[in-house]
């Protein structure tokens, strides 16, 4: 993170689409005397699959916390399909349309699957929860999505990193969101397990979902995104196309970045 943004660089204003689903105007958001994000603009079209990317530290989970409704901004503007909108809450994000699955996924492993998929959002038939409903339920869903697991009624703990990250995406799309955030659902997969995660991604953006993605692994993020931004000392360097870049230009700009702030950081302490 940087600690002041940097003099005489106006940000670029923010692209223009009548299909916008999200637009982010001029969003900063400061931690005391630490900037993490500075003008930031975005926009999210409909249906359209956006790559996050930048380095540790870079801004990317800040912006993400906006978005959910975890942290406000210090100041700029959120658009919701052409409304300006006020995010107070992750509860009032989602009951606008926009979801979130973090790295920790917040599954509780003792419980099975289906109680996961339902983890409170129960349904019940009073007095009692009503269990063969919610069974049923879950593993149309889980069917419906192409997600193969072992049986609704197995304990999350048993399953396999890529079946838990596909679980906690289907309890996400179970609430019909307009816009899904996914945060490093990629993290610490092979490329087996990754392929799951992917497809589920483009299954997704079939069904007209749009979602911001967070990953390091640029290869997989131009498999699956339409458009790349990255994010550098909490600035969006970049906007470009998936077909129009490479991983290697992601991973050349992510490097030169880091070696540039490095010299900062050595002439600063010499």
Known sequence: MTT???DGQAAPEPASADGDVLRIEHVSKRYGAVVALIDINMHLRRGEVLGLIGDNGAGKSSLLKILCGFQPPTSGHIFLEG???????????RALGIDAVYQDLALINQLSVYHNMFLNREKIRW?????????NESKKRLDEMGIRIPSVTAEVAKLSGGQRQAVAVARSVYSNPKILLLDEPLAAMGVKEGAVILDL?????????????????????????????????????????????????????VVAEYRKALEERERAAS
Do not use: F, W
């Open 201 to 253: 991604v483009k299954e997704l953006k079939k069904r007209g979902v749009s979602i911001i993605i967070i990953a390091h692994n640029y290869g997989q993020v131009l498999e699956v995104c339409d458009r790349v931004n990255l994010i550098q000392g909490g600035r969006i360097t970049l906007d470009k196309l998936a077909s129009e870049t490479s991983a290697q230009e992601l991973t050349d700009m």
């Open 127 to 135: 007095p009692l929860l009503s269990q063969r409903a919610m069974r």
């Open 4 to 6: 002041t943004p940097p």
């Open 83 to 93: 409304e300006e909108v006020t995010l107070k809450s992750v509860d009032q994000a």
